[in-house]
């Protein structure tokens, strides 16, 4: 890179403690509630997986719920949360699968590539594995594309990081 060159790097990260920090807290509030009283709802999470299980579809939304609320308060992006449809599980339950986000998919980096470029700054932006690096001369031109890749819905959270001269 050469010296008068700037570049960032646009990223989707979730604070995995953070996350686990925000079910804890929801399993300790569905333990507590009177609503939750023997309705066995569970929650559990595997890697970027979040299981949610109850013996009805209202206790398992009202499950849901909770949890996004722990994680907005734990500062957890709710866009990084993308919930499954809810489905029967074994004896008259119903289960529903939250997968957590993290990362890029090269869809979405093509995308937010392509975005860049019809912007009209002056800058370069290339996909590397799960992130996309935006370069370019000056620093305003930079900014300029933070601010309009912030102002649009990717669909997914996005974090800039590793600003250098």
């Known amino acids: 890179m050469a010296k008068d060159q700037f570049s960032f790097d646009i990223v989707s990260q979730v604070s995995m403690p953070e996350l686990a920090n925000a079910i804890d807290q929801a399993r300790r509030e569905i333990a507590q509630r009177f609503d939750f ?24 939304k009202a499950a849901l719920e909770v949890l996004k609320d722990k994680a907005v308060r734990r500062e957890v ?36 590539v392509k975005f860049v470029k019809s912007c009209g700054v002056k800058v370069q932006s290339q996909v590397q594995g799960d992130q996309v690096r935006v370069t370019g001369k000056k620093k305003d031109d930079l900014q300029a594309v933070i601010r309009a890749v912030k102002e649009h819905d990717f669909g997914i959270p996005l974090q800039f990081v590793n600003f250098r001269p």
């Open 37 to 60: 009283k023997d309705t066995g709802t569970t929650l559990d999470r595997d890697d970027r997986l979040i299981e949610i299980r109850s013996s009805t579809e209202d206790r398992l």
């Open 77 to 112: 992006p709710l866009k990084a949360l993308s919930e499954g449809p809810v489905q029967p599980a074994a004896r008259g339950t119903y289960k529903q699968s939250v997968h957590v986000t993290v990362g890029i998919s090269e869809d979405k980096a093509k995308e937010i």
